[in-house]
């Protein structure tokens, strides 16, 4: 005779297709907005620049004004229903809904760097705060106030779909792209203005810098996800010295190949940039996600099975983590 299945697996088993299914769709609602915001905010900024004439916003204002509000909105509503509104979530969510206006409300440069280098400097400027917005807006949902674990005496809000981990660090990822060329923005003009260095340095220094701060970001964000073995590590830095170095120390010799060239070429380093992610993504061990019907302690760098074991030393990595972080791993797998 056949037992009879556990309601309790059963009812795992639909939460996580609910999961899955209420992430997907929304994960593709947010990586529209990666098109969506720069074009809505550069048509609506021309519309309002013409039609309201002087009103003390100019084009780069105007721009920034709805970047910072196409952002904030759609984020909210693409992710409300999948976020616990506690009064402090709601709290911190109002206050790092404000990063992005900061450049609206001080619409000023770093420094006076002359007059199409500040317009320059005021789209870095806001990029990056879309950037910061994203992650902080990530923290405060799904990091800030942990979700308790599955009880019978659980609220409704507190059984609706949640978010999974590999989702949540997606969504950071996407903070990447307007960090990364914001970013850029600003410190070629650091090199150029305040350094005075040539734009033959210049360019190769700032695609270098920013490929640096990229890349951390990049490891600080899937750095709890991947199995990080010395092979791991070993092809990760080569990769990125190949994908992100190569193509930024390329630019140094781009003067000498004329300027249509040397400018179209110039578009190589973020190329190599968005290589080495797919890259990573492609290459990367990532931890397996454990069902919580069937969780068993594993191995916190390689996820090798631990079960029977009378000691937490991994026989396959070597490595030994603590009874803590044994429980703390297993119960973030099963969210």
């Known amino acids: 005779m056949n037992p009879e299945p556990d309601p309790a697996t059963n ?16 994960l593709v609602c947010a990586l529209a907005l990666v098109p969506i915001v720069p074009a809505t ?34 984020s909210v509503l693409i992710w409300r229903k999948l976020i616990l509104w506690t009064l402090g ?35 870095g400027q806001e990029q990056v705060s879309i950037g910061l917005y994203v992650w902080a807006a ?28 590999v989702a949540k ?9 307007p960090f990364a060329v914001g970013l850029f ?8 203005d305040l350094l005075s260095l040539p734009a033959r340095v210049g360019w190769p220094a700032s695609f270098a810098t920013t490929a640096v701060a990229a890349v951390a970001a990049w490891i600080l964000i899937w750095r709890t996800r991947v199995a990080w073995t010395a092979p791991v590590i070993t092809w990760t830095i080569a990769s990125a010295a190949l994908l992100l170095g190569v193509p930024s120390a390329a630019t140094f010799f781009l003067p000498d190949v004329g300027n249509v060239a040397a400018t179209t070429l110039g ?23 454990i069902d919580p019907t069937t969780a068993a302690p594993r191995c916190t760098r390689c996820q090798y099975p631990l079960t029977g074991l009378c000691h937490t030393r991994c026989p396959e990595c070597g490595h030994e983590p603590t009874l803590d972080e044994l429980w703390s791993a297993t ?5």
Do not use: H
């Open 267 to 289: 578009f190589l380093p973020p190329i190599g940039w968005g290589a080495w992610m797919a890259a990573t993504m492609w290459r990367w061990p990532m931890r397996a996600v």
């Open 89 to 123: 979530r709601t709290a911190l969510t109002a206050l790092v809904a404000m990063i992005p206006f900061v450049q609206v409300v001080y619409a000023q440069p770093l420094w006076d760097a002359g007059c199409v280098a500040n317009e320059i400097l005021r789209t």
């Open 331 to 335: 119960a973030e797998a099963a969210l």
């Open 41 to 74: 905010a550069f048509i609506a900024a021309a519309c309002c620049e013409q039609w309201l004439g002087r009103t003390g916003f100019d084009n780069t204002r105007w721009t920034n004004l709805f970047t910072a509000v196409v952002t904030v909105a759609a």
């Open 185 to 192: 923005f600003i410190v070629i003009q650091v090199y150029e």
């Open 138 to 165: 990530v923290w405060v949902w799904w990091g800030w106030e942990r979700w308790p674990l599955r009880t019978s005496k659980q609220t409704a809000a507190e059984r609706r779909p949640k978010m999974p981990p």
């Open 169 to 177: 660090r997606i969504v950071a990822s996407m903070g990447t792209i």
């Open 11 to 26: 009812d795992a088993a639909a939460q996580r297709r609910a999961w899955t299914g209420a992430t997907l769709r929304r």
